[in-house]
């Protein structure tokens, strides 16, 4: 089912855009584990709406209720369900039935796959308002992780035609990106960016850009060949993010236009183990991570929400026209997917290491 992930770690998502809750249930979560709930908000207001003038005007606190699964602040290891109430909804703002089709948006192929009967509202279940459960549900994945040394940081590293340094040398601790609106590693570039942003809004336009990712503490053997590959597994929940239309791992499309000598990452002896003396592969060899940091990258389109004059269909009328589509919409997406790719990431890895678990962690999950 298409709100249905993992396996060892299943994940359901669940909710509309302007319904009254969205909300999550993690099943498979391991019992015992005590929760930072001050650090799960954190991530939860890096992602939120209404927290920036660079994004939407729509306010949410995003104040999770967890219904089950936790006692005491610890969990149970039974299936830990939570909801976040839509506040600042405005459902009559979309009238009661799909008209003019939005160019960029699902508001066609809803249409056409659930029949007419979709809840078209602010983009209902297509809508990025369901990425608020999966922040919470990450959030917890990364306390999980960092609990085995795992650190998850992401940046971004292109807006517009403005690109970062690249994460993968970076040195030192990554933290303070998580505190940084728009989080970038060289200096003046947040400034540059922000300019970028507020220049296509009042052009009645917006930016895409990308956003790397870099996974530190990682031990080899998470994954599989083919189908359970640790990128296969990863790239299914990334795709899953509203926005990303590619997913490139290590050098990505790189590989395309390079020779085997340059881009193969000759093994040596580091720290007392095997490692490699380049990342080029990401840190993952066929399927299977291999101790280096892993590293890949999302392409996140421009938000397809614009005030310019766009041509499209009107469905009820069967005639083309033209729409301006008005409303409280984020200029660009950046920002906000940042920790929700971040989310994605920390959850994916969770079910690698829980298929793993005995092997990493001396016991049976």
């Known amino acids: ?49 209404g927290r920036s003038a660079l994004s939407t005007a729509r306010r949410e606190e995003d104040r999770p209720e967890i219904v089950s699964g936790v006692l005491n602040g610890v969990t149970t290891g039974q299936p830990l369900c939570v909801l976040i109430r839509n506040e600042d909804a405005r459902p009559g703002d979309y009238g009661d039935a799909v008209d003019l089709l939005r160019p960029g948006h699902a508001d066609y192929t809803g249409h056409v796959r659930y029949h007419g009967f979709e809840d078209a509202r602010g983009g209902g279940s297509f809508s990025g308002r369901l990425t608020a459960p999966l922040v919470f549900a990450g959030a917890l994945c990364r306390q999980f992780l960092a609990s085995r040394g795992v650190a998850v940081r992401s940046h971004i590293s292109r807006l517009g035609d403005l690109t970062d340094d690249p994460i993968g040398g970076a040195e030192g601790g990554l933290s303070f990106l998580e505190d940084m609106p728009l989080p970038v590693l060289r200096g003046g570039l947040a400034e540059e960016m922000e300019t970028a942003i507020r220049e296509a809004a009042e052009a009645g336009d917006s930016l895409g850009g990308a956003v790397t990712c870099r996974v530190d503490g990682l031990p080899a053997g998470l994954g599989a060949p083919f189908f359970d590959s640790a990128e296969s597994v990863l790239s299914r929940l990334l795709f899953s993010i509203p926005g990303v239309k590619g997913v490139a791992f290590g050098d990505g499309f790189a590989f395309a236009s390079g020779r085997g000598s340059g881009m193969n990452d000759a093994f040596c002896l ?3 183990g095997i490692g490699t003396v380049t990342n080029h592969s990401g840190g993952i060899n066929g399927g299977v991570t291999n101790g280096m940091p892993l590293l890949f990258t999302c392409a996140v389109r421009p938000t397809p929400s614009i005030a310019k004059e766009q041509r499209t269909v009107s469905l009820q009328r069967m005639e083309e026209t033209v729409l301006s589509v008005r409303g409280r919409h984020d200029p660009c997406i950046l920002p ?12 994916g890895l969770t079910e690698l290491w829980l298929e793993r678990a005995e092997r990493l962690d001396g016991s049976k999950k």
């Open 270 to 272: 580091r720290d007392g």
């Open 336 to 347: 906000r997917v940042c920790p929700v790719i971040e989310a994605m990431a920390a959850i």
């Open 1 to 49: 089912m298409s709100a249905v992930f993992g396996e060892h770690l299943r994940l359901t998502v669940f909710g509309q855009s302007h319904g009254e809750a969205v909300g999550a249930v993690l099943d498979g979560f391991p019992a015992g584990m005590a929760i930072d709930m001050d650090a799960v908000e954190k991530q939860l207001r890096r992602r939120a709406p």
